[in-house]
């Protein structure tokens, strides 16, 4: 797979000849993001644009989840401090990566989940394993999308796909997400998934990094601005929303083991 050039609790970083690093998550058993999970997240990013990285690829150390959103532990009922830390990491990791100045490829090698979803959206491209779903969820759960996640996917596939995606909390088949561009190309296995990944990337070798950085963020660039600008609002919005008792029973029920069961079979 190359050499590892970072190693954390829960992702490690390796480079192949080419300089292209696959980070893979490994959080087990489904790749839950929490506050430690998103800052050894931003850190990995941070090195990469540091090293002037030519591409990266994003994927899990499980075929069945690539990950399963955020950890509901941070969600439920949450503290005043560590929502606010968790929260900003979150928004910090996806202007990151949404706004990378180097190419970025999600390998979906398991169920992509609600924040899942929205780190496999913030690539520049999607292979998916056949068999899988992908989508924005938090509607079967009693959350919301918040507005950033709704953009990321509105600016993939359109108006009328994500009014869906989002209202219903749909989670799309492989084959659906192919069908309505949420996803680029569908491999067998992660290893095909990885070889379609690198030939993508392969694609940017010949050109000027500055000229790839400026296309990128002329059509990304005003939605992180937007974000950057409202991150304290959204934080705000976000922790009132999760305090409601109602939210707070619901994601109670959600963390009982029956109502887990009752997700799983959402997906199945
Ligand atoms: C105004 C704006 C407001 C905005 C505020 C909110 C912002 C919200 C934004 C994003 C939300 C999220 O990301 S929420 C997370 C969404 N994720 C899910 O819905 C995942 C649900 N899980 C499943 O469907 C399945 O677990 C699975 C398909 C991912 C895997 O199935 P499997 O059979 O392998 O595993 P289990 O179901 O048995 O689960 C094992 C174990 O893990 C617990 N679990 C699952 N998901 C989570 C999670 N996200 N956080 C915490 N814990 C989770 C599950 O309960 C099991 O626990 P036990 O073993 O103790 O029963």
Same mark, same amino acid.
């Given at each position: &797979?190359?050499?590892?050039v970072?190693?954390?609790?829960?992702?490690?970083a390796?480079?192949?000849i080419?300089?292209?690093?696959?980070?893979t &998550?490994?959080?087990?058993?489904?790749?839950?993001?929490?506050?430690e999970?998103?800052?050894e997240?931003?850190?990995?990013?941070?090195?990469?644009?540091?090293?002037?990285?030519?591409?990266a690829?994003?994927?899990?150390?499980?075929?069945?989840?690539?990950?399963?959103?955020?950890?509901?532990?941070e969600?439920?009922?949450?503290?005043?401090?560590?929502?606010?830390?968790?929260?900003?990491?979150?928004?910090?990791?996806?202007t990151?990566?949404?706004?990378?100045t180097?190419?970025?490829?999600?390998?979906?090698?398991?169920h992509?989940?609600?924040?899942?979803c929205?780190l496999?959206?913030?690539?520049?491209?999607?292979? &998916?394993?056949?068999?899988?779903?992908?989508?924005?969820?938090?509607?079967?759960?009693?959350?919301?999308?918040?507005?950033?996640?709704t953009?990321?996917?509105?600016n993939?596939?359109?108006?009328?796909?994500?009014?869906?995606?989002?209202?219903?909390g749909? &989670?799309?088949?492989?084959?659906?997400?192919?069908?309505?561009?949420?996803?680029?190309?569908?491999?067998?296995?992660?290893?095909?998934?990885?070889?379609k990944?690198?030939s993508?990337?392969e694609?940017?070798?010949?050109?000027?990094?500055?000229?790839?950085?400026?296309?990128?963020?002329?059509?990304?660039?005003?939605f992180?601005?937007q974000?950057?600008?409202?991150?304290n609002?959204?934080?705000?919005?976000?922790?009132?929303?999760?305090?409601?008792?109602?939210?707070?029973?619901?994601?109670?029920?959600?963390?009982?083991k029956?109502?887990?069961?009752?997700?799983?079979?959402k997906?199945?």
């Amino acid at each position: &797979m190359g050499t590892l050039v970072r190693t954390s609790k829960f992702l490690s970083a390796a480079r192949d000849i080419n300089g292209i690093v696959t980070i893979t &998550m490994r959080r087990p058993p489904l790749n839950r993001m929490n506050l430690e999970f998103m800052s050894e997240f931003s850190n990995v990013l941070r090195d990469l644009e540091r090293d002037n990285c030519p591409g990266a690829i994003l994927t899990s150390y499980s075929n069945k989840v690539f990950s399963a959103g955020f950890d509901i532990g941070e969600l439920c009922n949450p503290e005043p401090e560590r929502f606010n830390d968790f929260y900003t990491e979150v928004q910090n990791n996806w202007t990151q990566l949404y706004g990378s100045t180097f190419p970025t490829v999600a390998v979906i090698n398991g169920h992509a989940m609600a924040a899942g979803c929205l780190l496999a959206l913030s690539c520049d491209y999607r292979v &998916m394993i056949k068999n899988r779903t992908i989508g924005y969820n938090e509607m079967q759960m009693g959350l919301a999308t918040p507005t950033w996640f709704t953009a990321t996917m509105l600016n993939t596939v359109g108006h009328r796909h994500t009014e869906l995606g989002v209202t219903l909390g749909k &989670m799309f088949t492989t084959d659906e997400a192919l069908n309505i561009n949420l996803i680029d190309c569908v491999a067998d296995s992660k290893e095909e998934g990885i070889q379609k990944a690198l030939s993508f990337l392969e694609k940017f070798t010949h050109f000027l990094p500055k000229s790839y950085t400026f296309a990128k963020h002329s059509l990304r660039g005003p939605f992180i601005k937007q974000l950057k600008e409202n991150q304290n609002e959204e934080t705000q919005l976000a922790f009132r929303f999760l305090k409601d008792p109602e939210v707070i029973k619901k994601l109670e029920i959600v963390k009982d083991k029956e109502q887990t069961q009752f997700l799983t079979s959402k997906v199945a």
